[in-house]
């Protein structure tokens, strides 16, 4: 695909490009969006350095994709309540996000995507990875792909969110963050294991650890060893790519054929993030 209004550079063969030439802060034309949209399908997650956003002009970016999502269960930036702030303090060891998902899969009608702006960054550490979902679909042999076709995964948010999730464990172990812990999380969802992404009719595989709980019609310990082997599979090191974070940087990805991983390898430094979710459509 080529560009005439930004400048595309790709970041890894599987996925993610740094666009330049574009100052986000500003009023995008139409055609300098519909080059960032292309942009955006071709690459699966786009990433933007050395832009000066405020948390208006970040949803105001964010909007153009589509409605925002108020995230539930995580206490918003003051006066933001789509943005939600995740920081990690110089004395924290838990950090937000430390494990292979995709955002909100848990919802009725999952994200479309996230926008991920560095308010601050550590000196070293602190990198985003990210996985191509339709590779890890197009990998898999014929009777995989057949036997996963006609099956649903149930998702819910109380692995992370309920009473016994892994918020209420760790809740003591971040300073800042204030993360809710209720039992509406234990409502459930069921989404193809394997969809079909609305805009570009390309399929992926759709299910994650930090929220797909089993498969429909299935026990857990039933559902546990295949699971197990799609997550593995899912994000083998041949479908990644690696963002390293400097402050004013930001990075748009589609929750519909990603997943993402935030390393927490920076102790005894801060780092603050500001996110917005983009709503999406009902998996099919």
């Known amino acids: 695909m080529s560009y005439e209004q930004i400048k595309v550079t790709p970041l890894a063969g599987a996925l993610g490009a740094e666009i330049s030439g574009v100052d986000l802060s500003a009023e995008i034309g139409d055609d300098v969006f519909r080059e960032i949209q292309d942009a955006f399908h071709e690459h699966l997650v786009i990433f933007f350095r050395n832009q000066n956003l405020t948390p208006n002009q970040q949803k105001d970016f964010s909007r153009r994709f589509g409605s925002l999502i108020v995230h539930p269960f995580v206490k918003p930036l003051d006066g933001h309540p789509e943005i939600i702030p995740i920081i990690k303090e110089k004395e924290d060891k838990m950090n937000f996000g430390g494990g292979w998902h995709s955002d909100v899969s848990f919802m009725e009608e999952p994200a479309l995507g996230s926008v991920l702006y560095a308010k601050e960054t550590p000196p070293f550490g602190g990198d985003t990875l990210w ?133 927490n390898d920076y102790h005894g430094h801060r780092r603050e993030m500001h996110r917005v979710t983009i709503n999406g459509e009902r998996p099919a």
Request: proline share 2%; net charge positive.
């Open 131 to 263: 996985s191509n979902q339709y590779l890890a679909y197009e990998a898999l042999s014929d009777g995989m792909k057949d036997m996963l076709g006609g099956l649903k995964a149930v998702h819910s948010a109380s692995r992370q969110y309920g009473a016994k999730g892994e918020s209420a464990k760790n809740n003591d172990k971040r300073k800042t963050m204030e993360v809710a812990v209720t039992d509406e999380a234990d409502a459930f969802v069921e989404h193809p294991v394997v969809r079909t992404h609305a805009a570009t009719g390309r399929k992926s595989l759709y299910v994650n650890e930090g929220f797909t709980q089993k498969f429909a019609g299935m026990t857990k310990r039933e559902s546990r060893p295949l699971l197990q082997y799609l997550y593995t599979h899912c994000n083998s090191e041949p479908f990644t790519c690696r963002f390293r974070w400097e402050d004013n940087s930001m990075a748009f990805w589609d929750n519909r054929c990603t997943q993402h991983y935030a390393l």
